[in-house]
Nanobody, 120 residues
Framework: QVQLVESGGALVQPGGSLRLSCAAS????????MGWYHQAPGKQREWVALINSAGKTNYTDSVKGRFTISRDFSRNSIHLQMSNLKPEDTGAYYC??????????????WGQGTQVTVSS
């Protein structure tokens, strides 16, 4: 089965930077379009950054120019470099495939995510 483990979240001041990591097992991420998803408090989870097997990336307007998604096939992982963080970036971050997320026993699979809090 697929396992996704996110890490790197922390409490950071506005304007600060963080690097999130996602370690995958049970599948080769090189076979999929992968992305980072953000869930703000009380909001629906949505993608913010995508990368395909060829390295093509896509970002929402809210993070474009501030976030950079990357992949490391040798370690079967993806990363999100976050800079100039804003309070609205606060929330849980998850990695997964796109547009359909990985399945486990017939249901959508999500890891535990990693929490980012941007506050003074």
């Amino acid at each position: 089965q697929v396992q996704l483990v996110e890490s790197g979240g922390a409490l950071v001041q506005p304007g600060g930077s963080l690097r999130l990591s996602c370690a995958a097992s049970g599948t080769r991420i090189s076979l999929y379009y992968m992305g980072w998803y953000h869930q703000a408090p009380g909001k629906q989870r949505e993608w913010v950054a995508l990368i395909n097997s060829a390295g093509k990336t896509n970002y929402t307007d809210s993070v474009k120019g501030r976030f950079t998604i990357s992949r490391d096939f040798s370690r079967n992982s993806i990363h999100l470099q976050m800079s100039n963080l804003k309070p609205e970036d606060t929330g849980a971050y998850y990695c997964n495939s796109y547009p359909a997320v990985f399945k486990y026993r017939g249901s959508d699979y999500w890891g535990q995510g990693t929490q980012v809090t941007v506050s003074s």
